[in-house]
């Protein structure tokens, strides 16, 4: 692993926890279509956090996919700048789908 692959990986990890942390926040406060939306983006990050952690390809893959629709989703529903976060979870999921912290 090289030291680009590492912090390119740092970055989109600290990425997707701010995002989550934003997505745990609009949870409370946003219209019930989005709530849950914002509710599966925080679960699926979650749960790809620690499907790395537990070393569970499929475990990732099925998060993966989660995470990249709930926050694509976001992206195109939301407006202003609220649609850069959901950009870091739809990274993050394709990372998971594609296997590479495996």
Known sequence: MTIFELMGGILI???????????????????????ALYIGTVVFTLL?????????????????????????SLFWAERGAER????FQIAFGVILITGAPF
């Open 13 to 35: 990890g600290f990425g997707a926890f701010g995002a989550m942390g934003w997505s745990a926040w609009r949870a409370i406060s946003a219209q019930p279509i989005r709530r």
């Open 48 to 72: 790809g956090m620690a499907s790395i952690s537990l070393l569970s390809p499929p475990l990732a893959l099925f998060a993966g996919g989660a995470l990249a629709f709930c926050a694509a």
């Open 84 to 87: 850069v976060l959901p950009l």
